[in-house]
């Protein structure tokens, strides 16, 4: 049984080695000079629109910092939610890095509002605090969240409002789109997003993200801020040719809609279970539920996995299952039933 730990514990997808084997026969040119990279660029245009530019990098904590560099300087402000990557699983590396500070909000589902972009406008122009600069949400979001078109849109035209700008940590925005039926442009562009981090290492690549901003003069010196931040691939058509396998055709979006899927299927085989509470919608490919503490320490001791999911919050039995592009449906069913026995033990 695969484990439900992250959907970055999944292998590549076989159709991305196989780019990044032909990618490897003969010489190319270094730093993005290459062919794989000018196809990605186009596709790029044709998912964000075609004043998108995109910038291969090694992966999502480089895009978040890389991006976010470009649109603040040092003493200017992030506005993110109190769950939000940025702000707990990237070891400070904006702040340090950047110099840009996070201000952070309490979300119920991990989403913010629109009210939200406005609460540190009284501070604005006093020069002992930070000035707000951009807005970063995360679709689908940290709680497996995802928000609509319309949410989105009104973020931004709160945002650019007050002279700031939207950035989205897309790590996994195919999977938002999956669930949406919609294009990753009418998630982004078409609703005023500035930038994204499009993610690829969790839907099937072996590494990469890409930095998209979706309006070109945004990205006019970005180069600079990505060599400077160590996220320049000499090799970097390896990180292309992933992304053209993955955008290339609907693979980004078939792989996002299985894991979906998978996650769907989970929710629905445990969410009656005596003891299981659901916590927040599974909307993408995560599924976060309470469990007794008895059982969820019965699960980790007894299933396969470094870990086999992980512990979302130890003070409220919290606890977070991701599917991913290769979880399978008997995958899900055993530890369906892993579930019911622990919890009947």
């Given amino acids: 049984m695969r484990n439900f730990a992250s959907d970055n514990h999944a292998g590549a997808h076989p159709a991305v080695l196989e780019a990044m084997a032909a990618a490897n026969a003969g010489r190319a040119g270094a730093y993005g000079h290459d062919r794989w990279t000018e196809r990605v660029e186009e ?23 890389a991006a976010l560099d470009a649109l ?36 119920e ?40 078109p319309a949410e989105t849109r009104a973020i931004a035209d709160a945002a650019h409002e007050l002279g700031m700008l939207v950035h989205m940590d897309g790590a ?16 982004t562009t078409d609703c005023g997003v500035d930038a994204v981090s499009f993610g690829g290492t969790k839907n099937g690549l072996v590494l990469g993200e890409l930095v998209v901003f979706c309006r070109a003069e945004l990205a006019a010196r970005f180069e600079y801020h990505r060599k400077q931040l160590g996220q320049l691939a000499s090799k970097m058509r390896f990180i292309s040719a992933q992304f053209e396998a993955l955008l290339g055709g609907e693979l980004w979006l078939e792989l996002a809609r299985h894991a979906n899927a998978m996650a769907a299927r989970l929710a629905d085989a445990v969410r009656d279970l ?13 599924v976060f539920a309470r469990l007794p503490r ?52």
């Fill in 274 to 286: 005596p003891g299981v509470e659901i916590e927040h919608p599974v909307e993408a490919n995560g």
């Fill in 72 to 107: 603040t300087r040092g003493y200017e402000a992030v506005i993110c939610t109190e769950v939000a990557h940025l702000n707990v699983d990237e070891c400070g590396a904006l702040e340090r890095l950047t110099g840009t500070k996070l201000l952070t909000v309490a979300t």
């Fill in 172 to 187: 996994r925005l195919a999977n938002a789109a999956a669930s949406l039926g919609a294009s990753l442009r009418e998630l």
């Fill in 294 to 345: 008895a059982a969820t320490e019965r699960l980790l001791a007894e299933l396969e996995g470094e870990p086999p999911f992980y512990v979302w919050d130890e003070a409220t039995g919290l606890v977070r299952w991701m599917c991913a592009w290769d979880t399978e449906p008997e995958d899900v069913d055993a530890f369906a039933a892993a579930v019911r026995d622990a919890l009947t033990a």
């Fill in 43 to 65: 596709l790029v245009r044709r998912h964000f629109g075609p004043d998108a530019r995109g910038f291969p990098v090694f992966n999502g904590t480089g895009a978040n910092v």
């Fill in 109 to 148: 589902h991990g989403k913010l509002a629109p009210d939200d972009v406005a609460r540190w406008e009284a501070r604005r122009g006093d020069q002992h605090h930070p000035q707000p600069r951009v807005v970063s949400i995360t679709q689908a979001t940290e709680l497996g969240t995802v928000y609509t």
